[in-house]
């Protein structure tokens, strides 16, 4: 287990096993940034040259390690790219990478730009999400993270950069837990199981005296159809493990604003009868990464101690094929009697999220936000990096600025008006679930969400694209699940208690 400080000191002067510092390209050329002075002293002329003959170009996510022959108290430099200007995005990023450089070193001293709340909050997540890896599953887990970090500040002694530090280690470690719980196999992650780690992790968070209370309702098969959740029913209906609806609320002493999040939950998507390619479905565990980033959003809220209610609902169930699986052609009956004709058993995401925002309206919100990993369409828009944003025109305004303080990448996408006549474009029911029109299906499937909000402000986040890196990691961002939309949801309770 890594322990963290912060603390005021030199760089050059520091005992660590490395120093990590910062590299822009500046209107001079390479240089070191802002934190590493000490170390740029210390070497004096001899840093130009020594820059020069390394290759170093300053270009961010370029790590270069030096060994340091006396010059500083630690036996190794680490040199991370920031780019031009070291903005709170290119020092996570650079921290994320430098995380995974130094596995081998008991103690590291973090020197990148920190001269505010904003860039130390940056820079120690970066270092923990960065170094984030998942070895549960690993028979010899080799991979080692330093025993103790220390963060470099100038102005580590104030209070806010203090609260800054601390809470930046809370909310990385949510997104991690999202991380866990995405990238772990789904015969493991069942709807069930899945409930049940939630329940854990809630308990985990209510121990010790003063600690925040968040109270969990797990409703199983038989409380769902009591309720009549259609489309949580019929899209795990095929699978023999039953789908859960675990809803989750935090309501502390003084809170003025109430907010509401629902995160879809399929623990793995088969596609059911629409089946899909073999090629695509190994990731499909991550198919429930937006209950896993709602979740842990809540639970870092109540630990944060914001003045802020907050009622969270994850809809959970497998889309598997069987007997009983839901068949296109079938009309469900959603939570509050909306009545719904499928037409492509892979469009499940919807259906779960339909009865969850239903039970998210009757708790008389100011605002519901929802994230899932809804469509493939948005990631042919967007790429795999970026999340689209659709709904109320300033809820969307307001998620927009919390992902550029989060650090995570959202752009808003439009609900056109005719999308309202594809989704009740059915002949037999009130709404049609799917249409086969090659184009615009992401502003579908929210067109069709919308329908369940009640008329209440409301943005919902598709995921699709970064809730899960099939590639190598970038910068703070490690493969498999990434945890996208912690932070960000998180960064918006802030804003909306006014904290």
């Known amino acids: ?74 036996p190794l430099l680490v040199l991370v ?20 450089a130094v596995t081998n070193s008991a103690s590291v001293a973090v020197a990148l730009p920190a001269d505010s709340a904003e860039l130390v909050r940056a820079a120690t997540e970066g270092w923990i999400l960065g ?33 800054a530090f601390d809470e930046a280690q809370l909310v990385a470690r949510a997104v991690a837990t999202t991380r866990d719980w995405v990238n772990t196999p789904p015969g493991d992650l069942t709807p069930p199981a899945f409930a049940d780690a939630v329940v854990a992790a809630g308990k985990e968070l209510s121990k010790g005296r003063g600690a925040p209370k968040v109270k969990i309702t797990v409703r199983d098969e038989q409380e769902l159809a009591e309720l009549g959740c259609g489309g949580i029913l019929g899209v795990g209906q095929g699978s023999a493990a039953p789908p859960r ?37 190994h990731e499909m565990k991550s198919d429930m990464a937006g209950a896993a980033a709602v979740v842990q959003a809540t639970f870092a809220i109540a630990a944060l101690g914001l003045p802020i209610k907050v009622s969270a609902f994850a809809p959970m169930a497998e889309n598997m094929l069987s007997g009983d699986s839901v068949r296109p052609g079938d009309v469900l009956t959603m939570y509050g009697g909306t009545t719904v004709e499928v037409l492509n058993t892979d469009a499940e995401g919807r259906l779960v999220l339909a009865d969850a925002l239903v039970r ?14 809804l469509t493939g369409h948005m990631v ?56 086969w029109i090659r184009w615009g ?3 579908f499937a929210a067109a069709f969400l919308r329908e369940f909000t009640a008329g209440l402000p409301w943005a919902h986040l598709d995921i699709a694209g970064p809730s899960f890196a099939s590639g190598g990691p970038s910068g703070h961002v490690t493969a ?20």
């Open 380 to 435: 042919v828009a967007l790429g795999d990096k970026v999340a689209g944003v659709m709904g109320s025109d300033d809820v969307v305004d307001q998620v927009l600025a919390a992902g550029r303080t989060a650090g995570e990448e959202l752009w808003p996408m439009p609900i056109p008006e005719h999308m309202d006549e594809r989704v009740h474009g059915s002949k037999i029911a009130d709404l049609a679930q799917h249409d």
């Open 81 to 100: 790219g920031l780019g031009k200007e070291p903005t709170p995005g290119a020092v996570r990023r650079g921290a994320g990478v430098a995380a995974r």
């Open 245 to 281: 609806l675990v809803e989750l609320t935090y309501a502390p002493r003084g809170a003025k604003r109430h907010l509401a999040l629902v995160g879809k939950g399929i623990t793995f998507d088969s596609g059911g009868l629409t089946i899909k390619p073999a090629q695509s479905m």
């Open 1 to 74: 287990m890594t322990s963290f400080t912060l603390r005021s000191a030199s760089p050059a002067k520091t005992r660590a096993d490395a120093v990590v510092v910062g590299v822009v390209q500046g209107t001079k050329g390479v240089e070191l940034a802002t934190g590493g002075e000490d170390v740029a002293q210390a070497y004096g002329r001899k840093l130009r040259p020594l820059l020069a003959t390394l290759g170093v170009t300053g270009k961010v996510g370029e790590v270069v390690k030096v060994p340091t022959a006396g010059a500083l108290s630690s």
């Open 360 to 373: 998210a309206t009757e708790a008389k919100p100011d605002v519901i936000l929802d994230v899932a990993t």
């Open 131 to 163: 170094g984030y890896a998942f070895t549960t599953y690993k028979k010899d887990a080799k991979r080692e993270a330093p025993g103790e970090v220390v963060v470099l500040s100038p102005v580590a002694r104030r209070k806010e950069v203090s609260a």
């Open 480 to 499: 498999g699940g990434t945890g996208f939309a912690v932070t960000t949801l998180v960064e918006y309770a802030r804003t909306m208690s006014g904290a």
């Open 441 to 443: 299906g992401g502003l």
